[in-house]
């Protein structure tokens, strides 16, 4: 099978033009399943609960789950990206998952990063594993990495890729993926974004790039520029996930 990451640069809040952008770049990508960045329709630093409740989508009948769900069913391939979701009066960090049939389910970020607490609700699905027939997917988000056991849960429950939309800004990420993919022989994709942003009286946060794909060895098969946006796949024997 092949998967893909997505690396895209979002202008904040305008949801429109970095759907269309997204819906163009994957145009020609050949792939069984993309992982797109965490709140790759918004952009990243919000500066108020209220900035986060007007953007919010709910999930999959926001404008942004029925253009993937489109892309998806077009191009016959599953799509995993993160967005700000509403449900009901709640706000969550999260990453919807789709597939050529329809929407296949939806993980809430558990480790919220620094003043993402004050924005989102504290999420309630727990990790996720979603059986896609060619594989089985675990799926975390941003800084979930930095605890050994989001990776670890997600290969007791039977995952073979990780699949991590993500928003980096802290050091270290790539490099510790490698030891959580080895560690738990399982195959990560980590898709990050690219690009400056610095809102209201927020300090500027640069995000690092560098998205990439690790076998279940922790072998790099792809890895995007820091600078860089666009799309990098690689082909993979997800079963040998299951060998540990
Ligand atoms: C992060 O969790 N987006 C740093």
Known sequence: ?????????????????????????????????????????????????????????????????????????????????????????????????????????????????????????????????????FARIGVMICFDWIFPESARVLALLGADIICHPANLVLPHCQKAMVTRSLENGIFSATANRIGVESRGHKGALTFTGESQILDNAGRTLTRLGPHEAGVAVADIAAQRARNK
């Open 1 to 133: 099978m092949r998967i893909g990451v997505y690396q895209n640069c979002p202008r904040f809040g305008e949801v429109d033009y970095n759907v269309e952008q997204a819906l163009r770049d994957l145009e020609t990508t050949e792939a069984d399943l993309i992982v797109m960045p965490e709140l790759f329709n918004t952009g990243y630093q919000f500066i108020s609960r209220r900035e986060v409740e007007d953007l919010a989508e709910e999930v999959p009948s926001g404008k942004t789950s029925q253009a993937l769900l489109g892309l998806s069913r077009d191009k016959k391939m599953f799509v995993v990206f993160g967005l700000a979701e509403r449900h009901g009066e709640k706000f969550y960090n999260s990453a919807a998952v789709v597939g050529p049939k329809g929407f296949v389910g939806i993980y809430r970020k558990v480790h919220l990063f620094s003043e993402e607490k004050t924005l989102f609700d504290r999420a309630d699905t727990g990790f996720q594993v979603f059986d896609l027939g």
